[in-house]
């Protein structure tokens, strides 16, 4: 069957994320004292970028290393979360990012890949790269590649009515002039309304998110 099997919770967070604005002139080179990602040990480093807009509070670029037996979610949200959004629209866990075996995708090779669920009654919006926001359908992962925005909550008429984007970034860290391009494209290009929701279904018929399943492989 290629049904996705059960995964177990993810692993208890080990502390909180890391500033990511080391790169500083004189600044000494990041120390890695984690081992290289391979078949024994899979992991992936995940930066965070809060996209400047309205209501955006964040600005530190935030950096996770998610690897197998060990961290291996991000959660966003209000309390207790990694990724803290002050917002009245955004749930105490709105939204959750996890590591996953690629089997738990689409079956084949090439190591570990990301996912994101929406947790929360007032959606989340991902806009893959090259795409147009879509709405997640609630507690269904959909595979995360790099360069995505996640977008929360989905619902304007909650909280202050802003909605505050999140760009993802896999393995290497963004530069400041890309950041800065990336801010730029996402303020002169605001998100549509939402579509009218479907029963059963919180994607248009037309979505271009791939959706992984509500529990896809763990990685121990």
Same mark, same amino acid.
């Given at each position: ?10 692993? &208890? $967070? ?9 790169? /500083?002139?004189? =600044?000494? !080179?990041?120390?890695?004292? %984690? ?76 190591? &570990? $890949? ?9 959606? /989340?919006?991902? =806009?893959? !790269?090259?795409?147009?926001? %879509? ?86």
């Amino acid at each position: 069957s290629n049904r996705p099997t059960a995964c177990a919770p993810a692993h &208890p $967070r080990e502390g909180m994320a890391e500033a990511a604005d080391a790169d /500083t002139p004189g =600044a000494a !080179p990041e120390a890695d004292a %984690e081992p290289p990602a391979n078949e024994e040990n899979a992991g992936l480093k995940v930066y965070i970028e809060p996209v400047p807009g309205p209501g955006q509070e964040e600005t530190k670029l935030l950096k996770f290393h998610l690897r197998r037996g060990h961290r291996q979610s991000i959660l966003l949200g209000r309390f207790k979360s990694d990724v803290k959004v002050n917002d009245e629209g955004i749930s105490n866990a709105h939204a959750e990012v996890r590591l996953v075996a690629s089997s738990g995708v689409d079956g084949t090779g090439g190591g &570990p $890949r990301l996912t994101i669920r929406c947790t929360s009654s007032n959606g /989340t919006g991902l =806009a893959l !790269p090259g795409q147009e926001l %879509e709405r997640l359908q609630r507690d269904v992962f959909n595979a995360l590649p790099s360069g995505s925005e996640i977008v929360l909550p989905w619902r304007r008429n909650k909280g202050t009515g802003v909605q505050l984007r999140f760009k993802v970034h896999i393995g290497e860290k963004p530069t400041a002039r890309a950041a800065a391009a990336a801010g730029a494209t996402s303020a002169a290009s605001p998100p549509a309304s939402a579509p009218p929701a479907r029963r059963g279904c919180g994607l248009p018929r037309h979505n271009t998110t791939e959706q992984v399943g509500r529990e896809p492989d763990k990685l121990d």
